[in-house]
């Protein structure tokens, strides 16, 4: 299928041709028949991806900060290339759509297969051929409006929840300030809702245009504006403004400071300079709001991603309600979309059509509207051949997922081993997958991951997919004989584990060739952690570990919290602390208490600020500081081992200190060395026979076991036994 896309490092527009990506349980697949180009937003991501990297740094100084302290602690190069490998990511342009729905995830019940839908949301709603959509960024089409006014449906959610923003009553007096296609659709709702509507735009053509809708008043000069303000507000100014322009001005507020009423409200609602002169506002006692996309739920991961809806009695109006009353404005012919739309273009001339509207060629622009021909029936490819085989290999390797972790650090450290054919990338998104196949030499793409299951040139496999994916697709590459290497953790909870250990055992029983099964439990694999193990492995004498872990702040409604989806951060991130510490030792743990930091009423403060004492079967004591309340600048972590007169301590992966009979010994690297490459290329060479494996599947299990284990100590109060 075709996708327009823009690699955000370097600018570039292109018309992929991608596999259609695949539904997962809370979306629909959605042929697209229309697409309305957004163009006051898509110019200016545009116009950011084309910046240099200078002038992306100067545009996001937030994110230049969380880069250089990040810098501090784990070394520049590797901060640098994680920073490029983000950079350089296809970015789907558009977010509003409309065509018919071709199938649906199994949570999925407002829709099913052949229904007309109005489809929202970036990243979602994108010009292409096909997209999946959250149901929640989704309506269905009246009968009487057509494909191209129902894309049309994220604009004009932007602009009611801009006018609600302003909370009008009925018969105020309501001033806009730009006459854009978000200022056109604004002065029709408003008229629609009986609102005395003035306007006022630079461009004579938006002024003319705005006047054949039947604004009561609206000019291209602002002091003419001013005048026509006074006339029909009696001299008390208007009780709204609402700013749709899209500038870097500081003008368009200063223009509505001037001609709002004595407590009126200002509303922005498109891009502006919003530093107006304190003394203004205070002499008028005026109010100014930051209005945000398309009202409640807006960028919100529970209600979009996951469906959750607001109570309708809590939350009257939220984007997808929005959306609903905005068809409801079109059907009823009180919104005029038809008058709007300037330009209109099949998708195959897209990247020349933005470049025409990026150099002001072929103007004035308005509504702009991609088409997609209902005639080209395109096969729902969801496997892609990207290039031809190159090499044999005795390792032929899928991957299945390719987020920004997996971008960043995993698969660029994949593409540096010898002797591995990379057959196929799987990615829910068919642009992601193109574009990190071509980039690290996959030789094909797909979006149904059972294709690498199902391809019995594939004897390995690397999962990079969310938490909650972990153990369904660990068992089924089991049971399809694959190798597996599986980002941590295994799995979320006991029954899952119970599951994996079955199948596992079962395959072993089976007097075939047994799948080597490994977790990345990347830090056994450090160069630090090898020194370290160096120095205690001929004791006698059990090992004190203490681990010091300041994990940083992750606001409760991240995934990773979410019982479903990441198990929390105990499961999703300690198993790595405990697997270190079952490699230092040569020892299972067998018993673990915990607790959390509670206030002087008992109530939890910070669920992420846990200690955790664990014990192991040769005696050794393992303790574990994990703490969300700390200083993010400070280091991350510390390990402190103590045995037998020795003090071992490693800094954040870069600096490791020995204590040995009165001397010190040193060990540094430039950049945090953290074990990434290392354990995949043991993975590799445990393959092809080179090495023996340094993890067991009990050592996996039991890692796996224990923060299972943590959380039940957390829940009782008490020592649990393991």
């Not at 047994?514 to 830090?523: A, H, K, S």
Request: hydrophobic share 40%.
């Amino acid at each position: 299928m075709l996708q327009l896309i823009q690699n955000y490092r370097t600018g570039k527009l292109e018309l992929a041709d991608v596999p259609v990506p695949n539904v997962s349980v809370n979306t629909l697949l959605v042929k697209n028949y229309a697409s309305l180009i957004s163009i006051g937003t898509e110019r200016s991501i545009i116009e950011l991806g084309r910046e240099s990297l200078l002038g992306k740094a100067r545009a996001r100084p937030d994110l230049v900060k969380r880069f250089l302290d990040k810098a501090k602690k784990e070394g520049f190069l590797k901060t640098f290339q994680e920073a490029m490998g983000r950079l350089d990511n296809p970015v789907p342009l558009g977010y509003s759509s409309a065509g018919v729905v071709v199938e649906v995830g199994r949570n999925i019940h407002k829709f099913v297969p052949g229904d007309r839908v109005a489809c929202i949301g970036a990243g979602y709603a994108s010009h292409a051929e096909y997209v999946t959509v959250p149901e929640n960024l989704c309506c269905r089409i009246p009968e009487n409006v057509n494909f191209e006014e129902a894309s049309f449906g994220m604009l004009g959610i932007i602009a009611m929840h801009g006018i609600r923003c302003g909370k009008l009553t009925f018969g105020e007096r309501v001033a806009v300030i730009g006459l854009g296609l978000l200022g056109l659709l604004t002065v029709q709702i408003l008229k629609a809702y009986g609102c005395m509507v003035m306007g006022f735009d630079i461009e004579e053509s938006k002024v003319e245009m705005a006047r054949k809708l039947g604004l009561d008043a609206v000019s291209s000069d602002a002091e003419a504006f001013k005048n026509l303000v006074d006339k029909y507000t009696n001299g008390f100014g208007a009780d709204a403004v609402i700013i749709t322009a899209a500038t870097k001005s500081d003008a368009p507020v200063h223009l509505a400071v001037d001609i709002a009423r004595f407590r009126g409200r200002i509303v922005v609602v498109g891009v502006a300079d919003i530093h107006p002169d304190r003394n203004e506002l205070w002499h008028k006692e005026l109010e100014l709001i930051v209005s945000k996309a398309a009202g409640p739920g807006s960028l919100d991961p529970i209600y979009e991603n996951k469906g959750i809806d607001y109570p309708l009695g809590y939350v009257r109006w939220t984007e997808n309600r929005n959306l609903e009353e905005f068809l409801r404005l079109v059907s009823e012919k009180k919104v005029n979309l038809e008058q709007l739309i300037t330009h209109r273009f099949p998708i195959e001339e897209a990247v020349q059509v933005y470049e025409n509207m990026m150099n002001n060629r072929g103007g004035p622009y308005v509504g702009v509207v991609l088409k997609y021909s209902a005639e080209r029936e395109i096969t729902q490819k969801k496997f892609k051949k990207i290039k031809e085989t190159v090499k044999s290999s005795s390792v032929t390797m899928g991957v299945i997922g390719a987020g920004l972790f997996g971008k960043a650090l995993l698969i660029p450290a994949l593409s540096k081993l010898s002797d591995v054919r990379f057959h196929t990338l799987s990615t829910s998104s068919g642009i992601n997958a193109q574009h990190v196949a071509k980039k690290y030499g996959f030789e094909n793409v797909t979006t149904d991951y059972e294709e690498i299951l199902n391809n019995k040139e594939i004897n390995s496999v690397v999962i990079l997919t969310p938490h909650r994916l972990h153990a369904k697709m660990v068992i089924e590459c089991l049971k399809a004989g694959k190798h597996v290497f599986v980002e941590k953790p295994l799995c979320i909870n006991e029954e899952e584990l119970k599951e994996i250990t079955d199948v596992y055992s079962s395959v072993m029983d089976d007097g075939k060739s047994i799948p080597f099964l490994m977790v990345g439990y990347n830090r056994r694999f450090s160069p630090h952690v090898e020194k370290l193990k160096s120095f205690v492995s001929n004791r006698k004498d059990p090992l004190m570990i203490n681990y010091r872990v300041n994990a940083g702040f992750v606001p409760s409604e991240h995934w990773v919290h979410s019982e479903e989806e990441g198990g929390g951060r105990i499961i999703g991130e300690i198993c790595h602390f405990i697997d270190l510490m079952i490699y230092l030792t040569n020892s299972l743990p067998i018993q673990a208490y915990a607790d959390r930091v509670s206030g002087n009423n008992k109530t939890i403060v910070n669920e992420d600020n846990v200690s955790i004492v664990i014990k192991f079967r040769d005696g050794s004591v393992g303790n574990i500081f994990y703490s969300s309340s700390g200083d993010k600048s400070f280091s991350r972590e510390r390990i402190e081992v103590y045995s037998e007169g020795k003090t071992l301590i490693i800094e954040d992966f870069k600096n490791s200190y020995f204590w040995l009979g009165g001397r010190t010994k040193k060990f540094k690297t430039l950049n945090q060395e953290i074990g990434y490459k290392e354990e995949l290329s043991h993975f590799i060479s445990v393959i092809k026979g080179s090495e023996k494996p340094k993890i067991t599947y009990d050592e996996i299990y039991y890692s796996t076991l224990t923060t299972f284990k943590i959380n039940e100590s957390i829940s009782k109060g008490t020592v649990i036994q393991i």
